[in-house]
Structure formats: C-alpha cells, structure tokens
C-alpha cells in the first residue's frame, strides 16, 4: 500500500511553543484511546499552545480521524527507516566497488563500538556519545546503509552485540535496527518549552534527545507499558527463531535476535526514564515495571484520565421497553478481542431473553479481523442478536444500552469504562490495566464505593457470560453497581481533576476560576 503523508504545517510564527507532542502509531491517524487522549489533553489546555512529531511506520496509508484544534499550531511526521539520498554529486556517477567509504576503518569501528554500548545499556551519557558520533561526524543513515563498507560496519557491531547468534539474521535485523534508530537521531527537531511523548519506544527515545539537544523540560506520560507489550509481540512473532541454547541461563547474556529486539527497546526507555524531570503514568500497578527499568522513583507520578462528567452523567437510562442491551464500544481489532465478546454472546442469548449486543467502532483498521468477526457471527447464526454499528456518537449509543462490556487482552485506562460509569452503566471487565482499579476502586479508597461492576478473567467465555447474566436480569444489582462506578468516577476520574494535574505537571499557572 503507497504511504500518504499528512501535510506539515507550521502556525507557530518562528516562536516557541509551549509543549511539543511526541507520539507514536497513534494520534492523529488511528481512533481509539490514546489518540482521544491526545485530542482531549490539547483541548483541555486551550490557552497553551501546543506542537505534535507523529512517529509513523513506512508504508502506511495515513488520513488524520480528528479536526486538528486551534491550538495545535504545529505537525510534523518522522517515518521511521526513511532513507533520504544525500544531493547528486559527481560520486552518484561511479560504481560503488570504486566509491571511497564515508567512514573509514576507524570511524566505523568507533560507531559501532557506540551503537553496541548504547543498546546494551540504554544509558543516557551512552546515548549522548552515539548522538554527538551521529551528529558532529554527520553519519547518515544512508552512508551506513549504501555505503561499499556497509558490510564492514554491521560485522563490526555483530562482533559486539550479538557473536553468538546467526550473522545472516542479524544482518537483515540491523538495517531495520538502524533505520529506526537513525531517523530517531537525524530528524528536525522544532523549539519548544517542554517535550512530552506519550510513550517510550522511539517517541522516548526522541524525547531523550531533546532533553540532549536542547536541556528542556522533558516529560514521559505511559498508557500502557511499551516494553512490555513490545515484548509479549516480540516473544509471539513467528519471524523470529531462537538459535541459541541458552540453557538454564537466566541473564540471557548471550543474546539471540529475539533478545537483540527486546533489549534494544528496554535500552530506548531506560535513556527516556534517565532524561525525564517527571514519569507519569495512568496507574500505579504500570510503576513496578518502570521502576525495573530504571525509573527514578523519586519522578514517577500517577495521573489518571478525566472524562467530562457532566455530559456523561446528564445521558438518561434506557426506556423500560428496550430490550435487555449489553455494548462492546471500541475498535474491532484483535487486542479487543472482539471474538471472546461474540462467543460469550452466543452463550449469553439462552439465558436472556431477547438480548440485544452492539459491536461500536470502527472496522477499518484491521479489516481481514472484522471480517474473522463478522463470518464467526454468521456462522452463530447471531444476525438476530448482535449487530456491528460502526463509528458511533457515544452520548447517543449509551441511551440504549443497560451495561457495557471490555474483552480486551491488553488495555491500560479505558476512557470507555469511565464514560459508561459517569453515564451510570455498570461495566463487565477482562482484568487489563487499571479496569480492576476503576470497577473495584483502589485498595485505600475511603470511603469505599463498592464495586461498579464485574472483572473477569481474559479469554474466558463463560466468566464473562455469566457476569453479563448477572447485571442484564438483576435490575437492582445493576442499578447499585452503575451508581457506584458514577460516584467514582465523578470523585476521581474528570476533566477539570485531569486538567489541573497536568498544568502542575507543566509548571503552568491554573486558570482563574478552576477553568
């Protein structure tokens, strides 16, 4: 598929903005949570300006799916692997067996020496040489790529990270290694006050880089853990076949490509975590990963997701005719685990009469799972029971729906758990991020709200069925959950809550009159 870029702009008139944006494979190109986030924290703060770099992969088709606020005065794209061509010169003429190497024998063994130390460790004094290595020797990633030594130089940096190992595997793994790391270290950066990436990965690392270039304000706020969901990806990809017995081994020391990966990525958020004045994140039970990973303690700070209230709460229960409704609001892709929702509904549909399920979102992300999706439900002949809406309006969705159900495998804060709640539905959870916290309310939550709803284990068909059972025949059980999970959602989870805790977070002044 040709890659379409969204056009840059710049509106900021030369001057600095006051926080710059980092984020990546999210905001503005996909729907879902952490791009609503992006949305709602530059909307929440509309007299401060703001900037966003989206990192993005080669190769994708890319249409921004939200109008981009006024305050956002400037976007730029990094695509991470692009090879930008140096300008024509007479060298583009001779053959590359006659072509001098850019980099001679010693400069590519010190880079080589620089890439190896900085993946191994992930510090960021390491990552400060490799970037004044990169930067004040003007390395390239295509000298490195294109370059007769080429060979030379991934030897090189084989014979450091990864000697053991299959040297054509690692082969083909550095030039893609490289390619992210490079457009990482040679894109533009513009000016800002503060940096703040919306994860670690390749945005964290940028952010580190900033807090390199240009000693700013840097700040990390994680949804989700990335390493950690980089490394159940990594662990389950099978593109990848481990060749070294490590056996009872358990530093792993000796490093295989699978190992390459993840410690590459571990080593990109150590040098975020080390660069950062403040580590937020949306829930304590993500800081004992962050910790591991060198986070300092003393800079990690909780800040949970604000919703608006109000327009949630003012949302009426289902008239007495409608038929008992359970909803599934969010995209169909494979880490909703739409399919688990679709066979607890098969079940459900015996022991509840005229049951009504709703798949709400977008289908067009992964268009061959939605299309899984829809054959799994006509092969349950559930046509009668469960429709795919698509894109909805959730304010109008929720007046037809009694509770509201999340099959995930992986989620951190889901704003839609928090919508339903403030709108007084109940919710049916897998055991994913903050959904126990939020559903159950935190271990030192005084006074107790009691629960607002039911967790269950994830890829299990029959705990979920029998909690949807539970809250769709049992008014009274589900009118007192609903009214829980609104109380605590009204007490900890709203915008103006949100909203002021990042301004702190910015050193920036609060409105006057708490707006």
């Known amino acids: 598929m040709t890659g379409t870029r969204l056009q840059a702009f710049d509106r900021s008139g030369g001057r600095p903005t006051d926080i710059c944006l980092i984020v990546e494979g999210c905001y503005p190109h996909v729907a879902g949570g952490v791009s609503t986030w992006v949305d709602w924290l530059i909307r929440s703060q509309p007299d401060v300006t703001f900037q966003v770099i989206s990192i993005v992969a080669p190769g994708e088709e890319r249409k921004a799916r939200f109008a981009f606020p006024d305050n956002l005065v400037a976007f730029q794209e990094i695509v991470l692997g692009e090879v930008k061509a140096s300008p024509a010169s007479l060298s583009d003429f001779v053959p590359k067996w006659l072509q001098k190497p850019r980099l001679d024998r010693a400069r590519r063994e010190a880079l080589s020496q620089s890439l190896a130390r900085f993946v191994l460790s992930g510090s960021l004094e390491d990552f400060r040489s490799l970037y004044a290595e990169v930067r004040d020797r003007d390395v390239r990633l295509c000298d490195i790529i294109s370059d007769p030594a080429t060979f030379d130089l991934v030897a090189a940096t084989y014979r450091h990270l990864m000697p053991h190992g299959i040297f054509e595997d690692f082969y083909w793994a550095w030039h893609s290694l490289m390619g992210g790391l490079f457009s990482i270290l040679k894109a533009p950066l513009p000016s800002s006050r503060t940096f703040h990436a919306i994860s670690t990965g390749y945005a964290g690392l940028l952010l580190a880089r900033a ?3 240009f000693d700013c304000q840097a700040i990390v706020t994680e949804h989700g853990i990335y390493t950690n ?29 699978r190992d390459l990966w993840i410690r590459a990525f571990e ?52 008239a007495e ?15 909703k685990d739409v399919k688990t929702f679709i066979a607890a509904i098969d079940r459900l549909r015996q022991r509840v ?19 899984e999706c829809l054959d799994l439900c006509r092969e349950l002949k559930l046509e009668g029971t469960l429709t795919f809406t698509g894109r909805v309006n959730v304010v109008d969705l929720l007046k037809e729906v009694h509770v509201v159900a999340l099959t995930s495998l992986s989620e951190a804060q889901p704003l839609t758990v928090l919508e339903a709640g403030a709108a007084s539905r109940p919710c049916v959870t897998t055991n994913v991020g903050a959904c126990r916290e939020m559903l159950e309310g935190a271990a030192d939550e005084m006074p107790a709200l009691g629960p607002g709803g039911i967790v269950t284990d994830i890829l299990n068909i029959e705990q979920i069925a029998e909690a949807l059972e539970v809250l769709l025949t049992n008014p009274k059980t589900r009118s007192a959950y609903g009214k829980a999970l ?19 977070t910015y050193g920036l002044p609060q409105p006057s009159g708490g707006h």
């Open 211 to 213: 807090k390199v270039e």
């Open 486 to 504: 609104q109380r605590r959602v009204e007490r900890y989870y709203t915008t103006p809550i949100s909203r002021a805790r990042y301004r702190e």
């Open 267 to 318: 080593s990109y958020a150590r040098a975020c975590y080390e660069a950062c004045d403040k580590i937020t994140t949306l829930f304590s039970d993500n800081q004992p990963m962050q910790r591991e990973l060198g986070a300092d303690p003393a800079r990690l700070e909780v800040i949970p997701n604000g919703i608006d209230f109000e327009r949630f709460s003012a949302i009426p229960l289902p």
């Open 321 to 335: 005719d409608v038929a008992p409704t359970v909803a599934l609001i969010g995209r169909v892709v494979p880490i």
């Open 353 to 371: 009469p005229h049951l009504r399920a709703l798949v709400a979102g977008p289908t067009d992300e992964d268009e061959e799972y939605a299309r």
């Open 229 to 257: 969901e980089r490394r159940i990806e990594l662990l389950m990809a099978d593109w990848l076949v481990d060749t070294i017995d490590n056996g009872y081994r358990l530093d792993r020391s000796r490093l295989d490509l």
